[in-house]
């Protein structure tokens, strides 16, 4: 069974140290901060787990690259699956 995950820390691993967090509803915010002549291809998203089992237990830390251009062009809801720690 899918469900949201709140407190997800989102980090951009790869330009700055901009971050957010997941809500309860399992949605989050990360702005990339670059400059209008030079936006990436890609972008690389760090997920971290920031308060252990306060939302169901201990998830795994993800990596995803994300399609910047892809996003400009067609924006779609970016969908994370987190797995549980053994």
């Known amino acids: 069974m899918k ?22 509803n399992g949605n989050f915010n990360c702005q990339v901060f670059c400059s209008y002549d030079a936006i990436p ?13 306060d939302n169901g237990g201990k998830f795994e830390e993800k990596i995803v690259t994300v399609d ?14 987190m797995s549980l720690e053994n």
């Open 68 to 81: 910047i251009q892809k996003q400009l062009t067609a924006p779609e809801p970016i969908v994370v699956e």
């Open 3 to 24: 469900v949201p995950v709140s407190g997800i820390q989102v980090t951009s691993v790869d330009i700055g140290s901009s971050s957010g967090e997941s809500d309860v």
């Open 41 to 53: 291809e890609t972008v690389t998203l760090k997920f971290t787990d920031t308060d252990g089992k």
